[in-house]
């Protein structure tokens, strides 16, 4: 592989018994003469470049083709994908730092970015929540990213009229009988080469939310995946940062030797480095965690659960026994989605209920759902709803919000999820009201629950006019004859007691009169 004047030149080789043959490709072919390539790297099954334009590319070597693009906002200057090139982490003209996933087209801005940062290195081992090390010359900020918690993001929705052929031009394939000097050459010998066949190109296109929009209507979307700043790190001087492995740093001295060093934020490995440690005494004693005190013993624990270490904060929480410290990890892996682990703390802690709410959520396939029912675990009861509403099933938000006792948001949900609950949602909340002293609403919601079409403020109880109050045979089809009866007799018992508070005889005895009445009817 060769780089010349910003382009990259691929080529692929082809050893036969007669003549070795070469296929390369140009990147990037297009008729701009401003498109320069501002950096790539290349991993087992992709190359990966990014241009001025602010646009980033995965190239399958395999395939020979595009496996996926994505448009940024403005121009980036670096980017560090991972060993298997499924999440890509960049800079951008602006000093700002994200994680790019080419399966969704999603993206995660790094917090607490230092503009003079300009790499990124991938821990080695943590892969499934792995560890980012970010470092100028002075300090390494250490990141870790959790892919599989859930967060909320509002975005307006996006009507662009470009098209993908515009973003992506297919470079150019030569098939030379030499290797050419000028461009820097990647060679794949297992690839056969048809001279004949074109290759087809497919695209994945992710627009940003910079493009025009044709509608100010904001949509909400769950990203899964999240980053957090753990710490800083002094860096050593002229000490050059290799690899990361488990919070252990591989450096180059200015001498040429390679160091190792623990970052400050994993100072409890020192504990809990052995490989199969369990959280037997014996372990206990060889590792030296028996020997901290109290308070130290809490500070590791705390920095193990900060660095999402939570494997390494149970050996710490076993220790410690506390019911605080178990229901803190409980829910931190709860968050991550990390449920075996979560299981363990709670019952640990002898929280029956909880194990079972874990139990019963943890196979759920829509994740949106699934990250609705932990935030509700959490009490984190607004998220929850936003969850509920995108997911598979929004009648969760309506019955959470009932559940919890919030009238007033289970009515705005039930008027779109459920209209035929408002009734029933109207008497459970006029009996709160009652029970707080609130007569005057409660008489209200009382009136409102007798209406079974609609959720309005119009005046439908008995003593008005028998037709007013009575629901005509079509809506009432909806509703369980003997369920309607009760909640009709609940609602008439609960204005008469009102009518009674608010001094209002005429109109408790006129019920009264009334029930007699149907009585009689029915005899």
Known sequence: MARSQNKLNKTLRNDDTNHLSHESCIFPQSTSFDLKITSFKLTNDFLIYSTNHGEIFHFNISNWNYANNYQHNCSILH???????????????????????????????????????????????????????????????????????????????????????????????????????????????NKNINNDTARSNSVTSTKFSNDKTDSNKLTTEAIFGNCHLIGVTRLPNNHLPLCSINGELCMLS???RLLTQLLTTHQFRLYTKRKGLTIDEKNFEFTGIKKLSYHDMVTYFEQALKCGCSEVAEIFANHLDSQQIWSQLGMSCLRVMNFDLAIRCFRSIQDPGLILAVQRIQKIEDRCLLAGYI?????????????????????AALEMRR????????????????????????????????????????LMHYERALNPSSDNNEDKSLWNSKEKHQPSQKKRYDYNKEEWSKHINLCNAGIARNAIRLGDLKRYFVLIIFKMYLVLLNN
């Open 79 to 189: 980017i560090f994908p991972n060993a298997i090139g499924t999440r890509v982490a960049f800079v951008d003209e602006k000093g700002l730092a994200f994680i790019y996933n080419p399966a969704n087209g999603q993206l995660i801005e790094i917090p607490e970015f230092c503009p003079s940062i300009n790499n990124i290195l991938w821990d080695l081992e943590d892969t499934e929540n792995p560890l980012l090390i970010a470092y100028d010359n002075l300090r390494i900020n250490v990141y870790r990213y959790f892919m599989n918690e859930c967060i909320l993001n509002n975005l307006s929705v996006i009507a662009s009229s470009r098209k993908v052929d515009d973003i992506l031009k297919i470079p150019t394939k030569q098939i030379t009988d030499k290797i050419q000097n000028d461009p820097i050459l990647i060679t794949n010998r």
């Open 254 to 256: 200015p001498t040429g």
């Open 375 to 395: 935030a509700m675990i959490l009490k984190e009861f607004d998220k929850a709803q936003e969850l509920f509403l995108i997911s598979s099933e929004p009648i």
């Open 403 to 442: 559940d919890l006792l919030h009238w007033e948001d289970a009515l705005q949900l039930a008027r779109n999820l459920a209209p035929k609950e408002i009734p029933f949602i109207c008497r459970e909340y006029a009996i709160e009201m009652e029970y707080t002293g609130d007569y005057i609403n409660a």
